[in-house]
């Protein structure tokens, strides 16, 4: 918001008063700017903690695969045993 005043008085000495005021908008558009970026990173941090988690996971998926194998192999092992 831009505001002008102007004061002119007519007399053997003449005054000329102009005051401009600016409601401050760069100040506003750089608030803006630095939340988006502030949402950005957040998103991106976000995004890959989801992905770390999601590699954890496969990675104790695998782990219990190789323990099952490993116990049904102990298991064939103890029935020839047996036998």
Do not use: C, W
Not at 6 to 18: D, K, L
């Amino acid at each position: 918001m831009i505001e002008e005043r102007t004061t002119e008085t007519n007399a053997p000495h003449t005054t000329t008063v102009i005051e401009r005021r600016s409601g401050g908008g760069g100040s506003t558009i750089l608030i803006g700017l630095a939340l988006l970026i502030a949402v950005v990173v957040g998103a991106y941090f976000l995004m890959n903690q989801s992905r770390n988690d999601a590699i954890k996971t496969d990675a104790i998926t695998g782990a219990a695969d190789a323990v099952s194998d490993g116990a049904t192999a102990v298991g064939d092992a103890a029935k020839k045993t047996v036998e």
